[in-house]
């Protein structure tokens, strides 16, 4: 009877060690489900320059990962309405690439300018035009509508097909003021977006258009000026002279998640090995500085 009773009373104690166990592993689950759900939730929202956009996709992308709670929603749409947005307050940050100064309609004392990055620019073309150098002249005609076949450019007998950004992209903006001396392109079709330029121009035949380094692939044709090759060595001295910053502008002085975020943009992590995996350039690569009204100067 009493062999018996122990071992009841052992089965018994085995139970209760198990039940125990059961409850606290629901113990720490619960524990662990009420710490994620007790993270701090914040949202902000970059709007502006696609040119900038795949760059801060990526950066908000990890960011998230690493920082559970924090939202941050990236959109294109020009950096005329980035910094129009920022500046209105309808979004904590503006992505442009000019400054705000070279922008009409925009008070740029009321934002604060980052600059986060470094792009180049460059004529591109279908790959079917049979051209791979030209003059800034040539360019020049072929944008304003003097220059109507690739022919006269010594490429082929066929009719060039002008693919312009919209009114407001700064990548237009700066296409024009650096490439094209600041004369107006024809009028022509227009895109809103550098990966809807890409694809048209690698599709249609006698295509050209401008877009930044970051979205020039083997698809199309990036073009010489003046037999200078648009390359990131060349930016970083100013010897290709088509290129801008990237800038992020906030409302006044960043706080919270936008300051967190900003900062973690001009970090090493996104500087040395994000901004060059993705095809642009770090403030701290180039030699030399440019200022609003385009004067240059050695670093």
């Not at 698809?219 to 801008?244: C, M, R, S």
Request: proline share 2%.
């Amino acid at each position: 009877m009493r062999k018996k009773f122990a071992t009841l009373f052992s089965l018994l104690t085995i139970f209760a060690v198990i039940a125990a166990g059961c409850g606290n592993a629901n113990g720490s689950q619960k524990s662990g489900s009420s710490n994620s759900s007790s993270a701090k939730q914040e949202s902000i929202t970059a709007v502006g320059s696609t040119a900038l956009q795949p760059l801060v996709q990526e950066a908000a992308t990890q960011y998230m990962n690493n920082n559970a709670g924090a939202t941050i929603n990236v959109q294109g749409g020009g950096s005329g309405t980035g910094l129009s947005k920022v500046v209105e307050g309808a979004v904590q940050i503006g992505n442009s690439d000019v400054f705000a100064e070279e922008k009409d309609g925009i008070d740029a004392s009321k934002i604060v300018d980052h600059k986060v990055a470094v792009v180049g620019f460059a004529p591109v073309v279908n790959k079917g035009v049979g051209v791979k150098n030209i003059t800034k002249q040539q360019l020049i005609g072929i944008f304003t509508g003097k220059i109507t076949n690739w022919k006269e450019v010594g490429g082929k007998d066929q009719k060039i097909v002008i693919i312009n950004r919209a009114e407001g992209s700064g990548t237009r903006t700066e296409f024009e003021k650096w490439a094209l001396d600041g004369a107006t392109t024809v009028k022509a079709q227009e895109q809103d977006s550098s990966g809807t330029v890409q694809k048209i121009v690698s599709e249609t035949p006698g295509a050209i258009s401008y877009l930044a380094f970051s979205y020039i692939n083997d698809k199309v044709q990036a073009l010489k000026v003046d037999g200078v090759e648009p390359t990131e060595d060349n930016v970083k001295t100013n010897k290709w002279k088509i290129w801008a910053y990237e800038h992020m502008y906030t409302n006044g002085e960043p706080k919270g998640l936008t300051k967190k975020f900003i900062d973690y943009m001009l970090s090493d992590e996104v500087q040395k090995n994000l901004v060059p995996k993705l095809g642009y350039m770090s403030i701290s690569d180039m030699k030399v500085e440019r200022d609003a009204k385009g004067n240059v100067t050695n670093k």
